[in-house]
């Protein structure tokens, strides 16, 4: 498979250049706890949006954020070093280009995807990482007793951000995708487990004579239609609520599943695929786009998110032999692997009986 020259997230250092130290490798691995937690302090508190309107004191900022005036100055002066904000004299401090990426519903959803990724919730299913390596069981039910999916339908804000995370962790990827595979085959579509709608938004756009249907569950409804709407295809676009364990909706070209399957065991991504099978004519296709991790010991971003995997959702990343495995007992076979710019590749499957 070609290597990708570019990135849907922001890549872990994997690989030390050569000549630190080998304890100097590790201790550097182990302290990036240190910026996380910073920048999601930063993101909890607002701080970029506080200083939209121009420079402010730090004991203004203070004031507005309910904290305590010394241990937010050594915040700020933690961001400053980082590049996120910058103390322009003594105690007052403005935003950087960097910073302004941190502001609620800027581009790119950097701040709904640090307060997913580095909050709270997911700090408390870390707290569980060996139970999940002992176990299997993943450290949001060890956390919560419930499934992620589950504890998201409970907590709409959390699950606002998710959604937008998903954006910001896969914001590259739509673009990637629609330039990496001929949709033009097609006149219609599903997008299974889609969210608000990004890359069927993408794939539609670029294809003028598609229609698609977005399916996902009934609480994310608002936001894609609003979605939807703001990006001019009521007229094409439809979204159907339902749970993709149960049914889909039958009769379209082809099928998506994008950053779907990496979320769920291997037994329920074959109950996932078997839904997608029945819902598919004999000439339909399957597109699955995620991550297909390299063998042996080279780097992919996948091999960490695989950690986050096993942590948060209870899912896995997959080779593309195991995906090959998961998509024959379900009935289809795989036929190719798309690569794209960036660490997301396409899958490309087809029912077993097509020839």
């Given at each position: 498979?070609?290597?990708?020259?570019?990135?849907?997230?922001?890549?872990?250092?994997?690989?030390?250049?050569?000549?630190?130290?080998?304890?100097?490798?590790?201790?550097?691995?182990?302290?990036?706890?240190?910026?996380?937690?910073?920048?999601?302090?930063?993101?909890?508190?607002?701080?970029?949006?506080?200083?939209?309107?121009?420079?402010?004191?730090?004991?203004?900022?203070?004031?507005?954020?309910?904290?305590?005036?010394?241990?937010?100055?050594?915040?700020?002066?933690?961001?400053?070093?980082?590049?996120?904000?910058?103390?322009?004299?003594p105690g007052l401090f403005t935003t950087t280009a960097l910073g302004d990426a941190l502001r609620d519903g800027a581009p790119g959803a950097a701040r709904a995807t640090?307060?997913?990724?580095?909050?709270?919730?997911?700090?408390?299913?870390?707290?569980?990482?060996?139970?999940?390596?002992?176990?299997?069981?993943?450290?949001?039910?060890?956390?919560?007793?419930?499934?992620?999916?589950?504890?998201?339908?409970?907590?709409?804000?959390?699950?606002?951000?998710?959604?937008?995370?998903?954006?910001?962790?896969?914001?590259?990827?739509?673009?990637?995708?629609?330039?990496?595979?001929?949709?033009?085959?097609?006149?219609?579509?599903?997008?299974?487990?889609?969210?608000?709608?990004?890359?069927?938004?993408?794939?539609?756009?670029?294809?003028?004579?598609?229609?698609?249907?977005?399916?996902?569950?009934?609480?994310?409804?608002?936001h894609a239609r609003d979605y939807i709407a703001a990006s001019g295809l009521e007229a094409r676009c439809a979204f159907c609520a339902g749970d993709f364990f149960d049914?889909?909706?039958?009769?379209?070209?082809?099928?998506?599943?994008?950053?779907?399957?990496?979320?769920?065991?291997?037994?329920?991504?074959?109950?996932?695929?078997?839904?997608?099978?029945?819902?598919?004519?004999?000439?339909?296709?399957?597109?699955?786009?995620?991550?297909?991790?390299?063998?042996?010991?080279?780097?992919?971003?996948?091999?960490?998110?695989?950690?986050?995997?096993?942590?948060?959702?209870?899912?896995?990343?997959?080779?593309?032999?195991?995906?090959?495995?998961?998509?024959?007992?379900?009935?289809?076979?795989?036929?190719?692997?798309?690569?794209?710019?960036?660490?997301?590749?396409?899958?490309?499957?087809?029912?077993?009986?097509?020839?």
């Amino acid at each position: 498979m070609a290597s990708n020259t570019g990135s849907d997230v922001p890549n872990a250092q994997m690989r030390a250049p050569a000549g630190i130290p080998p304890h100097v490798q590790l201790i550097q691995m182990g302290v990036a706890i240190w910026p996380a937690r910073a920048v999601y302090a930063a993101a909890e508190l607002g701080i970029a949006d506080l200083l939209a309107n121009g420079p402010r004191e730090v004991q203004e900022i203070a004031c507005q954020t309910g904290t305590h005036v010394r241990s937010l100055s050594r915040l700020m002066r933690a961001l400053a070093s980082c590049g996120i904000v910058d103390e322009i004299q003594p105690g007052l401090f403005t935003t950087t280009a960097l910073g302004d990426a941190l502001r609620d519903g800027a581009p790119g959803a950097a701040r709904a995807t640090i307060l997913t990724i580095a909050g709270s919730w997911q700090w408390k299913a870390w707290d569980h990482f060996l139970h999940a390596l002992r176990t299997g069981q993943s450290g949001v039910e060890a956390a919560f007793g419930k499934d992620l999916f589950g504890f998201l339908s409970g907590e709409p804000v959390h699950s606002a951000r998710f959604n937008d995370a998903m954006v910001g962790m896969h914001g590259a990827v739509a673009p990637a995708v629609v330039a990496a595979y001929d949709f033009s085959r097609f006149r219609s579509l599903v997008d299974v487990g889609g969210g608000k709608g990004a890359l069927l938004a993408e794939i539609l756009t670029a294809h003028p004579h598609m229609t698609g249907i977005l399916f996902d569950l009934p609480d994310t409804e608002k936001h894609a239609r609003d979605y939807i709407a703001a990006s001019g295809l009521e007229a094409r676009c439809a979204f159907c609520a339902g749970d993709f364990f149960d049914h889909l909706p039958s009769g379209h070209d082809a099928l998506v599943l994008a950053h779907v399957l990496h979320d769920w065991t291997d037994d329920d991504a074959v109950a996932i695929l078997r839904k997608c099978r029945e819902a598919m004519p004999a000439e339909g296709r399957l597109l699955i786009v995620e991550a297909v991790l390299p063998d042996g010991n080279a780097p992919h971003h996948g091999k960490l998110m695989d950690l986050l995997m096993l942590t948060v959702t209870g899912g896995v990343e997959r080779s593309q032999d195991q995906f090959s495995q998961i998509l024959a007992q379900a009935g289809f076979r795989l036929g190719c692997v798309h690569p794209t710019t960036t660490h997301q590749s396409i899958i490309e499957a087809f029912p077993c009986d097509q020839g």
